[in-house]
């Protein structure tokens, strides 16, 4: 009998570092699944922001999509993810803000802002597109013509929405000169409502031009981002980490509004994970913008 006891507590010794290693193999399981959960929830669903503003330009309701960075990839969010998640808002016009591919892409990841575009230009939507310094291949602006789309390399258009006229310009600069000056290009229409569209941000530059609204991208909004309004982990811009941490009153053009006199500029962060999939607080998005008449 005393015999079958310590044989019994010989093997109860031998199973308990068993289960206790049987444990900790489980939490690791659990955390490196959330762990992955969590990067693939930031990095690779897509999120709509809504977002109105006003202004006495407009008689009544603009709706604006707002698409930019896409940089295609084969295993991205998928072009119909992202043509459903606009579709569903019924814009009145839809913009591509650039760098919709990777220079460095082949030609299959080319055709996928191209297909992109077909799906809305076929739906019926108004497109107007800038390019950044990725996507300024010249075959690939041409084939956003033929599908339909107007790319506005310094060039303008002028449409009306239920009474309401949006003057809409757009420029492909990747880099702007110490002189570098929007008025010798365009005038502001009064009797519009004046949207400038470019990728890279320039608020110095565009608060003195002072359209409307200006749209850009270019910044993925740093990709990865502090919670609670802090900012983005990285600026690019000011080349410092937790910039915002630093200085609360230093400005950082990285995502959001911006107001000048006269209007504002927005970026979005985009959509794309380039160059690598590290967004956190900071989802893919696309932008769906009402003008709304004010008072």
């Not at 008689?59 to 999509?65: D, H, P, R």
């Not at 420029?171 to 929007?182: G, K, R």
């Not at 990285?234 to 080349?239: A, G, N, V």
């Not at 009153?249 to 380039?274: A, C, N, P, Q, R």
Request: charged share 25%; net charge neutral.
């Amino acid at each position: 009998m005393a015999q079958k006891k310590q044989r019994k507590k010989k093997a109860q010794k031998n199973t308990a570092p068993e289960k206790e290693n049987g444990k900790k193999k489980s939490r690791f399981w659990l955390w490196a699944i959330l762990i992955f959960l969590l990067w693939w929830f930031n990095n690779y669903t897509l999120r709509t922001n809504d977002i109105a503003i006003t202004s006495r330009k407009v008689g009544s309701e603009v709706k604006l999509a707002i698409i930019s960075d896409l940089h295609a990839t084969r295993h991205g969010i998928k072009n119909s993810r992202i043509f459903e998640s606009v579709n569903a808002e019924h814009p009145d016009v839809v913009f591509f803000l650039g760098d919709m591919f990777t220079n460095s892409s082949n030609w299959e990841l080319i055709q996928k802002p191209i297909d992109l575009a077909e799906m809305f230009t076929d739906a019926g939507y108004p497109l107007y597109c800038v390019t950044g310094e990725h996507d300024n291949d010249d075959r690939y602006i041409s084939e956003l013509g033929k599908k339909g789309a107007k790319v506005l390399n310094y060039g303008e258009d002028t449409i009306e929405i239920r009474g309401s006229r949006l003057h809409i310009m757009g420029i492909d600069n990747v880099y702007y000169s110490p002189t570098f000056d929007l008025r010798n290009e365009f005038s502001l229409d009064e009797s519009s409502f004046n949207i400038l569209l470019a990728h890279i941000p320039n608020y110095e530059k565009f608060s003195d031009f002072g359209a409307d609204l200006t749209l850009c991208g270019d910044t993925h909004g740093e990709m990865a981002r502090l919670p609670f309004g802090m900012g983005p982990v990285y600026s690019s811009e000011t080349q410092q980490w937790f910039p915002k941490l630093r200085n609360k009153e230093l400005d950082i053009y990285d995502k959001g509004f911006f107001s000048y006199d006269g209007g504002s500029m927005f970026i979005t962060s985009g959509i794309g994970v380039y160059p690598a999939p590290v967004r956190m607080n900071n989802r893919p998005e696309v932008v769906i913008m009402e003008v709304k008449p004010k008072g």
